[in-house]
């Protein structure tokens, strides 16, 4: 039911909701909440361009276009990375037009010397991201890709990275995946993600832990402390437009990176869906939204 009302939302509350969690419509704006992050508060980012499940090859050749174009006005910003998803870059078509669009922008990342992530989508994507990863990492040793934490095959795939020295960001995952290959109750997401952790550290690679929970953020600096990991070793992330500021402060006086992913899109209608997991994970925000913009319709607010 919340997920059927969610996606009835005419297209303005959407853009109402999207104010904290979107850095806005358009390239520059991208980057000028990236600096201000870095500038006010020494918090780093990560860049990713809102529009997936893309179906032409038109889309694919003007997202690539539009990473170009970004990586170049990041050029010398080392608080900032990039984020990519195989759905916005030709998998619709094969895995080999997608790693080849992939490239096109690795590229160019490494010309800048900008960072970049291949982001994790749902399950249907797992195996293709993970073999993309492995194939591209030869070639891009900086690269990092995702890992999510409620879905059981996580421990496996662990297991096949471990001939690797990757740079993993380990999530609990947005996508509400089926109970018969993924875990349903977000304490033993979390316990799930405090482990994994440990166990990819232990393993050698790169490690960005994200997730707003405080307690679990809490369980990690305390590993962190109890094993000695570095700033090498460990960094933590969130999602732009949620209140962290207490914990940032926290992770970043005790040397560790902090990072934001900061979404933008060339288009509002792109961030659509992006906005509506958003939603489905965040109940009282959709409440909150609704009634704000009710309110303000009717002159309460």
Not at 24 to 44: A, C, P, R, V
Not at 217 to 243: C, M, N
Not at 272 to 289: S, T
Request: proline share 4%; glycine share 4%.
């Amino acid at each position: 039911m919340k997920e059927f009302l969610i996606n009835l939302m005419p297209g303005f509350m959407i853009r109402t909701f999207a104010r904290p969690y979107v850095s806005g419509d358009s390239i520059d704006k991208g980057i000028e909440k990236t600096d201000s992050l870095w500038e006010e508060s020494k918090i780093s980012a990560t860049l990713d361009l809102l529009g997936e499940a893309v179906t032409t090859r038109e889309m694919v050749e003007y997202n690539i276009e539009t990473y170009h174009e970004l990586l170049d006005k990041l050029e010398g910003r080392s608080h900032a990375s990039v984020s990519l998803k195989p759905t916005s870059l030709g998998v619709h078509e094969s895995v080999e037009y997608c790693e080849e669009s992939m490239r096109k922008i690795l590229d160019k990342a490494k010309a800048v010397n900008i960072p970049i992530t291949i982001d994790m989508e749902d399950h249907e994507y797992t195996d293709l991201t993970l073999d993309l990863y492995k194939t591209l990492l030869e070639d891009y040793p900086d690269l990092g890709t995702v890992l999510q934490s409620r879905l059981y095959r996580t421990e496996k795939d662990i297991e096949g990275l471990s001939s690797y020295t990757a740079r993993i960001r380990i999530c609990i995952g947005i996508y509400n995946e089926p109970e018969d290959i993924a875990l349903q109750q977000k304490p033993e997401m979390k316990e799930k993600l405090v482990e994994y952790t440990q166990r990819l550290i232990n393993d050698g690679h790169y490690v960005e832990v994200a997730t707003h929970d405080k307690p679990t953020i809490d369980r990690v600096l305390q590993l962190a402390d109890e094993h000695g990991w570095t700033s090498d070793q460990l960094e933590f992330q969130q999602l732009l437009g949620v209140p962290m500021r207490d914990k940032q402060e926290e992770i970043l006086s005790k040397g560790y990176t902090d990072r934001l992913y900061v979404p933008f899109a060339t288009d509002w209608k792109y961030a659509v869906p992006y906005l509506k997991r958003r939603l489905n994970n965040n109940p009282r925000m959709a409440l909150y939204v609704m009634s704000h913009t009710i309110g303000k319709l009717f002159g309460r607010h």
